[in-house]
């Protein structure tokens, strides 16, 4: 059974930094691109960043970009996102989610966690 | 940046009775389109990728249907665990947005 599991998350202050993690199992975690989506409290989903399976390639939303930064663990069948310079805006629960396709980073996503969310007020 | 515009915002259907959901892209998306089902204190779940093709262990009352820029999601009859809100998703070009949404809640 594939699960996905994020942790991290927390009250922070605007300028503050946040390090989130999802630990995946149940699936080959290798082989699949992983994204991070976030979604505001109620609002719709917004894709964050996506990494390739080995890691060698990163994507970001204009949102994030320069202040987010995602990377993976392979041998930890682990995802990272390490959030800097947080703003108010940035308040969301925050998911990650498996690429439903092997060897594309342009993905829809077949399994989500379910969420860790992050707080940005003072 | 293609934009998803989802119509209408609020279904109000009864259990038993069809569910027409629309997703408009602002460019032609081919049929690289995916819609996503939420339920309140639980993660998005893949309903149908491609357009039409439905995600492992979906009932096959949920079907989409489209291309180009216009799509549909259609439960034929609704039945009380999928009143819930649906997004759909492209991975056309970059980047891969979500629509708004739309809430089908019980008439």
């Known amino acids: 059974e594939v699960q996905l599991l994020e942790s991290g998350g927390g009250l922070v202050q605007p300028g503050g930094s946040l390090r989130l993690s999802c630990a995946a199992s149940?699936?080959?975690?290798?082989?699949?691109?992983m994204s991070w989506v976030r979604q505001a409290p109620g609002k719709g989903l917004e894709w964050v960043s996506v990494?390739?399976?080995?890691?060698?390639?990163?994507y970001y939303a204009d949102s994030v970009k320069g202040r987010f930064t995602i990377s993976r663990d392979n041998s930890k069948n682990t995802l990272f996102l390490q959030m800097n310079s947080l703003r108010a805006e940035d308040t969301a629960v925050y998911y990650c989610?498996?690429?439903?396709?092997?060897?594309?980073?342009?993905?829809?996503?077949?399994?989500w966690g379910q969420g860790t969310l992050v707080t940005v007020s003072s | 940046e293609i934009v998803l515009t989802q119509s209408p915002a609020t279904l109000s259907l009864s259990p038993g009775e069809r569910a027409t959901l629309s997703c408009r892209a602002s460019?032609?998306?081919?049929?690289?389109l995916a819609w996503y089902q939420e339920k309140p204190g639980q993660a998005p779940r893949l309903l149908i990728y491609d357009t039409s093709n439905r995600a492992t262990g979906i009932p096959a009352r949920f079907s989409g249907s489209g291309s180009g820029t216009d799509f549909t999601l259609t439960i034929s009859s609704l039945e009380p665990e999928d009143f819930a809100v649906y997004y759909c998703q492209q991975r056309f070009l970059w980047p891969p947005g979500f629509g708004g949404g739309t809430k089908v809640e019980i008439k």
């Open positions: 990494i390739t399976e080995s890691g060698g390639y990163t």
């Open positions: 149940g699936f080959t975690f290798s082989s699949y691109g």
């Open positions: 460019q032609s998306v081919s049929t690289y």
């Open positions: 989610a498996k690429s439903l396709h092997i060897g594309t980073h342009k993905d829809f996503f077949d399994y």
